[in-house]
């Protein structure tokens, strides 16, 4: 494994080359934001790659902004998770390694698109065996109970679960409606509803307590105490290791930041890392992205069954060796 100390400055003045990109998607990827285009940029430090994708719904500052304290010297969480990226990827390409080698990637949920048919998706997902569905829930809870409904009527006797993030867009009280008039064969195939309003440890609980749904943490975890069975973390934001400290407890789901293919393999070998030091406290995880954009070159390499990625291989590190050495690289001043 390739684990070099924590990335909180910049300890060397070796240069940093930038290359910019654009995602798109035909549709709103969650209820935060109507974007269908996500600017972001992949860096080349240190013999390695990685990407700096903000999300300034969610707080972190526009991708301008990042790049300008990046050639400050001065460090974002998004900039300083992959400067960390670049360093272990650059240490496992002179190495001539893979840092997928003998690392196990945990299985993922299927990340629903609206983008995509839903009878190639239901069928995908049930003939190969995916354990779960995640789709991102909207303020109109009805329309997002209907879609459950929907997945179960097809599903069968299919072991497949639901799970839900509204991104804290519900209050409390719809919320229970949302639970309350939930169909009972919905219900039972509920895994966690992530996030479904902001944050509050006593109606966190009250809404766990009454209605005995399983309920996922992500925005405000530095702070969460109870009230809640699992906490999501995304690698190109923190450190999984600080989450699981803050909660020792508690299974953890690794997602990807729904980035480039680049920020989405990161995800994948930072949660194959904890698979292997924390077991089964690596809950099903949220790596699987890559579908939900328009295709491109980085993309169209990365292949998923039922749940398990598999990475490209090419040039070590998390491949894509001569994808990326064929990019007109800028130095960052």
Request: negative net charge; contains cysteine.
């Amino acid at each position: 494994l390739f684990l070099p100390g924590p990335c909180d400055a910049l300890k060397t003045m070796e240069a940093i080359y930038v290359w910019d990109y654009a995602l798109r998607t035909k549709v709103a990827l969650n209820s935060v934001t109507q974007r269908r285009f996500f600017e972001g940029a992949l860096i080349r430090h240190a013999d390695g790659f990685g990407c700096v994708h903000p999300w300034p719904e969610f707080g972190d500052a526009p991708l301008a902004e990042q790049m300008a304290l990046l050639a400050e010297g001065t460090l974002t969480p998004v900039t300083q998770r992959a400067l960390h990226c670049a360093r272990i990827d650059g240490e496992a390409r002179r190495a001539g390694l893979s840092l997928f080698a003998g690392l196990e990637i945990p299985q993922s949920h299927w990340s629903w698109s609206f983008s995509h048919s839903t009878n190639d998706q239901i069928a995908r997902v049930l003939g190969e065996g995916w354990p779960a569905i995640k789709a991102k829930g909207l303020p109109n809870h009805g329309e997002t109970a209907r879609f459950l409904e929907a997945c179960c009527a097809v599903a069968g006797n299919a072991p497949l679960r639901l799970r839900v993030d509204f991104n804290g867009c519900l209050d409390a009280a719809s919320f229970g409606r949302f639970v309350e008039f939930m169909p009972l064969k919905v219900y039972r195939r509920l895994d966690f509803v992530e996030d479904p309003f902001p944050y509050d440890p006593a109606l966190w609980n009250q809404v766990r307590d009454q209605w005995g749904v399983r309920l996922a943490l992500d925005k405000g975890w530095r702070d969460g105490t109870t009230g809640f069975d699992a906490v999501v973390v995304k690698p190109g934001r923190r450190d999984w290791r600080n989450v699981a400290e803050t909660h020792p407890t508690q299974p953890l789901v690794l997602t990807s930041a729904m980035d480039h293919a680049i920020g989405q393999m990161y995800a994948a070998y930072e949660a194959g890392v904890a698979l292997q030091e924390l077991g089964s406290r690596v809950d099903l995880c949220g790596l699987c992205t890559h579908h939900l954009f328009e295709p491109d070159c980085f993309f169209d390499r990365i292949e998923a069954h039922a749940g398990f990625l598999s990475p490209d291989l090419s040039g070590g590190g998390l491949g894509f060796g001569d994808l990326l050495e064929g990019l007109p690289w800028r130095r960052l001043r």
